[in-house]
């Protein structure tokens, strides 16, 4: 657990330490003026900015919602048998 020199718990160190295990960042590069349009979007829907591109992302490949929140591991070269040919 995160701790100050003090010795307390300090939780924006622990929320930092938990998305930094738990999420992948990704950021977007959009042309100039569509920020405040993707915004409104999101606004009208009552979503955040990020949670309407993950929505979006999520239908567009077609994952449901387990399969979103918790996807397969990508396989390693020991899990197809492709080791040693």
Known sequence: MPRQKSGNFNSTDYKRSFNAQTYDRLNIVVPK????????????????????????????????DEEWKHPPLPETEADSGSAGE
């Open 33 to 64: 003026g569509q920020k405040a349009q993707i915004e409104e979007l999101a606004r009208l829907r009552h979503q955040t900015v990020n949670g309407l591109v993950g929505s979006l992302l999520q239908r567009e490949m077609q994952l449901t």
